[in-house]
């Protein structure tokens, strides 16, 4: 006990002193567990000066009788080559004598340390992969790592790939038949992971595999399902052998292992097994949790694209499924398979779009039930009977909440657009809409009847309701405002274009982007000469109102960030017709924002009455860096009389200021809201190496809601897969973000909410970057 309260203390390098002599004496006592804790805590609090007294006693332990003095020397050795490596680097002949060790432990620690002492050397660790491969090495645990040690020199020859050329392969074939079952499983997924390993070189792994896949020890058949689902993603035919085996896992009462059975035997399967499997997996999908579900559905769903003739089966077995109960993330992956079959499978449309119908009636997720009216407006006019979609559709203006009714009525003139037979159809369905609750529903039925109902061409007609905006809109809690449109610049709607190769992603997959809203802001700022120089513009922000409405003089203003600048735009507006405004400017006062310094400024010449205007001012700023703070406004102006009779304005103005609102550029202004179509993908392939992990206290609040619109706000991110979305009463909850941080680097957060205590709200935040700075900011 006093040995670990030592370790737990870690005295200073003042007071070190006083318990080193006690140590030094431990290490030469005759009780070997005072000898070898004396040495695990004295390596661990010690510094390098006293390391070199201390280190003939240290070697002396490595080659000790005692496996326990000398298995704590060789670990302390382990930690200590961290921060002390040409003293560890000097004890190599002791630890090539405890490779040689008959105790297993001392043989494993030993083998790692010299490994470690090797690892700069690929020569050296060739030297001692070959002299330990033609060995006897005892410790079942060494003869892993040895295994391990052997792949890594392989892949570092990749240069010979033939079979008779490939370096350690013998020893890898040679430990299949090891006594010790660590030892085989290791070497079997040592030959699996072989770059470049051909069908006969597996064939003796399969083999061993095969064996586990009837052990009656639940971590061995685990073990080997999982090494045999990675196989089959490169080599299924290899695998076809164990389809028996695995197909009796199906039922066993370990779930991971179940799951994985399944998943492998989906991609190994051949087109007469589906309808077997299809059996198995209904009675299976009962038993496991949502997140094994989605493993299933993803393996059908890639069977399905394999054997498309099967597509009936699978497509009624996914139908089936999505009627069970089931978490949005489950639901989600089910109706993200079922698209893509239909845009992959031409057979299959028909029938996946009636299953999506059905499925919409039961739904409980307004995500999704609106993605699917989205996707039912896009693929339903183009089936052979595209009335029979009519009912499920217009049904939802009677029984759906108001946003999903809003999605069904714009789904309802796609298809009036597309069909002229629905038209009249459609016509009489939309006036039914006028008289509803919502606001939005009764606004979209009033304008999609203007629209089916003008005399444009149908081109124009389908242009409306299915090409881009033409006015540039980003998703923000302000409301629009027309001011906020730049007047000088034209923008082009764009075409929808589909890039070549790629695979549709279901219906997280992101929409064609309309014209960008950045993309007139660039126009417009680079062609002021003062703003010119600034570089590429990073993000334009929703404008800020900073005046209150009904007003004499209306201003907003849109903050353009760019790498090393900032640009306020103000939108200024004359509210008084017996006034024109010469000379409109904005002086900010920016001693409450340290790191801005202006560099420039643009004044508005003229704002006559009910004609917006802007006017500019630019922000110096360290380059790169998310700089904060707040701006204080006051717009500056010559004011002269208009006659309202010839509607002309006197000669003489008068000088007037107006006090603004304060401005502020907040963290959230670094960060562009892009979202991604498969988090978990997204996150999994970004890694770990640049991930960030804290706790936060948020201290009372309402409900959980609350919490997570505010930390959403905060940090100016894309809510992905519908997780902004708080169910009520609950006490917690998992929120997912995506953007792209200033720099052009991607960012992908994921928030843990949950009640602590009666409305103390708890966050656990977890951030992943292409970059360290970025996840630590």
Wanted: proline letters at 5%; charged letters at 25%.
């Amino acid at each position: 006990m006093v040995y670990v309260i030592i370790k737990e203390l870690s005295p200073s390098a003042d007071e070190v002193i006083i318990v080193t002599s006690s140590l030094m004496k431990d290490m030469t006592s005759k009780t070997d567990m005072y000898r070898a804790n004396a040495i695990r805590v004295l390596c661990q609090i010690t510094d390098g000066t006293l390391l070199t007294q201390i280190e003939r006693y240290l070697k002396q332990a490595i080659v000790d009788k005692n496996p326990v003095v000398a298995s704590a020397a060789l670990v302390s050795g382990i930690h200590l080559l961290q921060t002390n490596p040409e003293i560890v680097k000097r004890w190599s002949n002791e630890v090539q004598e405890a490779v040689q060790s008959r105790a297993a432990l001392v043989q494993f620690h030993a083998l790692a340390l010299l490994h470690q002492i090797r690892q700069n050397d690929r020569l050296a660790v060739n030297k001692l992969v070959s002299s330990l491969t033609r060995g006897s090495v005892r410790s079942p645990l060494a003869q892993c790592l040895l295994i391990r040690y052997t792949s890594q020199v392989i892949r570092e020859s990749a240069g010979n790939t033939q079979t008779g050329d490939r370096p350690f392969y013998d020893f890898l074939e040679g430990c299949l038949r090891h006594k010790a079952e660590m030892v085989i499983f290791e070497a079997a997924r040592a030959i699996t992971e072989l770059n470049g390993v051909t069908s006969r070189e597996l064939t003796p792994a399969i083999t061993v595999l095969q064996l586990f896949l009837s052990s009656t020890k639940p971590v061995l058949r685990f073990a080997a399902v999982r090494t045999l689902n990675k196989v089959a993603m490169t080599h299924p035919i290899a695998v076809t052998n164990c389809n028996i085996d695995m197909e009796s896992l199906i039922s066993d009462q370990n779930r991971s292992i179940a799951t994985l059975a399944i998943t492998t035997l989906l991609k190994t399967g051949n087109e007469s097994s589906v309808d077997r499997l299809m059996k198995q997996i209904t009675t299976f999908m009962s038993d496991i949790a949502d997140e094994f579900k989605i493993v299933v559905i993803e393996a059908i769903r890639s069977l399905c694209l394999k054997f498309p003739l099967k597509h009936r089966s699978l497509m009624n077995f996914l139908s089936n499924i999505l009627r069970e109960e089931g978490g949005f993330e489950y639901k989600k992956a089910i109706v993200d398979s079922i698209v893509i079959l239909i845009r992959d499978i031409p057979e299959a449309k028909e029938s996946g779009l009636l299953h999506l119908c059905e499925f919409i009636e039961d739904c409980e997720f307004t995500y999704l039930s609106t993605q699917i009216l989205h996707f039912l407006g896009i693929e339903g006019p183009k089936t052979s009977d595209p009335s029979k979609y009519i009912r499920y559709i217009y049904n939802r203006v009677h029984l759906e909440n108001a946003t999903v009714r809003a999605g069904a009525v714009s789904t309802l003139a796609k298809f009036g657009a597309m069909v002229d037979s629905l038209k009249p159809r459609i016509f009489v369905l939309l006036r039914r809409c006028l008289f509803d609750t919502d606001d939005e529903v009764r606004d979209r039925a009033t304008l999609y009847l203007n629209t089916l109902g003008a005399d444009g061409t149908v081109e124009d007609m389908k242009e409306f309701l299915f090409g881009s905006l033409d006015i540039p809109l980003e998703p923000s809690e302000e409301s629009f405002d027309i001011n906020s449109v730049p007047k000088e610049v034209k923008i082009q709607p764009l075409a929808e274009k589909k890039a070549p190769g790629k695979k549709p992603t279901g219906l997280g997959g992101p929409p064609p982007a309309p014209p960008s809203t950045i993309d007139a802001y660039e126009k417009l700022l680079s062609s002021i000469p003062e703003f010119a120089n600034f570089g590429k513009l990073f993000k334009s922000s929703a404008p800020v109102e900073l005046t209150e409405a009904e007003t004499e003089y209306a201003v907003n203003v849109v903050k353009h960030i760019f790498d090393g600048h900032v640009v306020f735009q103000y939108n200024c507006t004359n509210t008084i017709p017996e006034q024109l405004l010469e000379n409109v400017t904005v002086i900010v006062d920016a001693s409450e924002a340290e790191e801005f310094a202006e560099v420039a400024s643009k004044p508005l010449r003229s704002l006559p009455y009910d004609s917006p205007g802007q006017t500019f001012v630019a922000f110096e700023k360290p380059e790169g860096v998310p700089a904060v703070g707040k701006f204080s406004n006051m717009l500056r102006f010559i004011v002269k009389e208009v006659d309202p009779s010839t509607g002309e304005a006197e000669d003489d103005g008068v000088e007037d200021e107006y006090q603004l609102e304060e401005l502020e550029v907040v963290a959230a202004d670094y960060m562009l809201k892009v979202g991604v179509s498969n988090f978990r993908n997204a996150w999994e392939s970004m890694g770990p190496d640049c991930e960030r992990v804290d706790e936060y206290d948020l201290g009372p609040r309402e409900n959980l809601a609350e919490a997570v619109n505010a930390v959403i706000n905060l940090l100016g991110m894309q809510p992905c897969e519908g997780t902004e979305v708080v169910p009520s009463n609950s006490r917690s909850h998992t929120c997912l973000l995506s953007g792209v941080y200033i720099g052009n680097v991607k960012v992908l957060v994921r928030l843990q909410f949950g009640i602590d205590g009666p409305k103390d709200v708890a966050m656990k935040l977890a951030v992943r970057s292409e970059d360290e700075a970025v996840s630590d900011a």
